[in-house]
């Protein structure tokens, strides 16, 4: 026994075993934050500032320049926002017609167009002259054969040439110019 009492007592005298540690305890313990300096801080604000500042300076200048001067230009330069008018569409019914034959087989075009108009109440006075327009435009589809109208090209010149047919019943009233363009919405031939 006096040789275990030794062991012992010099077991006393290491240094104190390190304590357990519960690791699930470990990783709720908050964590100390590290600390910025303050001017870090504002130096990072300045530049985020700094950088908004230039942004905003480069779109307005961008879009400034690329506006044409119109006569009430004067308001828009003062700083007063110039509502601009937004575009109106007038949706036709579909057309359905015979294409001209090429070979033997029968060719139809279905076509869904879309009238642009510079104002509201021009959709009035082209609705009161719609079965014109209508006869007008089965007229111009009606003599086209499918390879005139396949290309993008060919289809872009179909639809100035049915702008020009609209306009003709609408010679004489303001909806004769008002009418800007007119869109496929559909176009199928078979």
């Known amino acids: 026994m006096a040789r275990t009492a030794p062991n012992e007592a010099k077991a006393d005298t290491r240094a104190p075993a390190k304590a357990q540690t519960n690791p699930a305890a470990e990783a709720s313990a908050p964590r100390p934050r ?16 700094a950088a908004a500042g230039g942004g905003a300076w480069f779109f ?20 007063k926002a110039v509502p601009s008018k937004p575009p ?36 009035d006075e082209v609705k009161l002259r719609m079965p014109e327009i209508r006869n007008r435009v089965l007229l111009a589809l009606a003599n086209k054969k499918a390879s005139e109208i396949s290309t993008s090209e060919q289809k872009r010149s179909l639809s100035a040439e049915l702008a020009h047919e ?15 363009s007119v869109l496929f919405t559909s176009f199928v031939v078979q």
């Open 88 to 123: 109106v569409f007038l949706a036709l019914d579909s057309f359905t017609v015979n294409l001209q034959r090429e070979d033997l087989a029968p060719q139809y075009l279905q076509v869904g167009l879309s009238l642009k108009v510079s104002d509201a109440k021009i959709v």
């Open 166 to 180: 609209i306009s003709q019943p609408l010679a004489g009233s303001p909806a004769a110019k008002a009418v800007e």
């Open 60 to 79: 307005l200048q961008d879009s400034e320049a690329s506006v044409p001067a119109k006569p009430g230009a004067a308001k828009a330069a003062t700083g």
């Open 34 to 49: 590290k600390k910025r300096s303050a001017f870090k801080v504002v130096m990072l604000l300045a530049l985020l500032s």
